[in-house]
């Protein structure tokens, strides 16, 4: 039952008075009048008039502050649960439409790799690179063992090194990348076998990925 018609129930409880005008101030300080029980005032007092104005009755309270709050609370709750579960169906079944079968799903995966594959290609190779600038700057700095290196040319050795380094580290980030989204497959390919299986869209239970990001590798 919505938050609506549970008031409304109560509200239907009531005994209402023959042409008597319902009027009270409710918690945000507005004026309200009507001819039946107003569910805006439930919490609190309401004054049933005659059509000359004067009382003809008070009705009490049907629900405290507290009760109408966790009644409030409530349907809070059941609306987050029927929009979560709204929105894992809408998530199997775009699976379903992006990844048909397995192999679909596999091209996906390979797509998703390659440009990381291909980054830390790059980086191999200009280490490569780097390391042949090196040698011919180490070849020089033999002839000045014992002594103070020029200043060119310890820069350019520590420009080498700097560079070979950045490029390690990119490696690894890169090989980290490749874990993540090997992962992140292996949880969807999880899930879609026992989609493609019969499982109904929204029935099975969430995964780590589902509330996270994945960035633009899968999406």
């Given amino acids: 039952m919505t938050l609506a018609a549970a008031m409304g129930a109560v509200a239907a409880?009531?005994?209402?008075?023959?042409?008597?005008i319902y009027t009270c101030t409710d918690a945000?300080?507005?004026?309200?009048?009507?001819?039946?029980?107003?569910i805006e005032c439930l919490d609190r007092e309401q004054r049933v008039m005659n059509k000359d104005g004067s009382t003809r009755s008070v009705l009490p309270p049907s629900l405290t502050a507290e009760e109408r709050a966790e009644l409030e609370a409530k349907e809070r709750r059941r609306a987050q649960e029927r929009l979560a579960?709204?929105?894992?169906v809408r998530r199997d079944r775009m699976l379903l439409t992006r990844y048909p079968t397995e192999a679909d799903?596999?091209?996906?995966?390979?797509?998703?790799?390659?440009?990381?594959?291909?980054a830390i290609e790059n980086s191999h190779q200009r280490i490569a690179e780097l390391e042949k600038e090196r040698k011919p700057l180490l070849d020089e700095a033999e002839f000045y063992k014992g002594k103070p290196l020029p200043p060119k040319l310890k820069q350019s050795l520590e420009f080498v090194d700097v560079a070979v380094e950045a490029h390690k580290t990119l490696i690894a980030n890169q090989?980290?990348?490749l874990r993540r989204i090997n992962d992140l497959f292996d949880q969807e390919l999880e899930r879609l076998r026992k989609l493609w299986a019969g499982?109904?869209?929204?029935?099975?239970?969430?995964?780590?990925?589902?509330?996270?990001?994945?960035g633009t590798t899968l999406r």
């Fill in 13 to 20: 409880s009531w005994p209402v008075a023959a042409q008597g």
């Fill in 28 to 38: 945000r300080g507005r004026k309200l009048t009507s001819d039946r029980p107003i």
């Fill in 85 to 88: 579960q709204q929105d894992a």
């Fill in 105 to 118: 799903h596999q091209r996906a995966r390979e797509a998703a790799l390659d440009d990381v594959r291909k």
């Fill in 175 to 177: 090989e980290a990348e």
């Fill in 199 to 214: 499982a109904k869209p929204g029935t099975l239970p969430l995964q780590a990925d589902d509330a996270g990001a994945r």
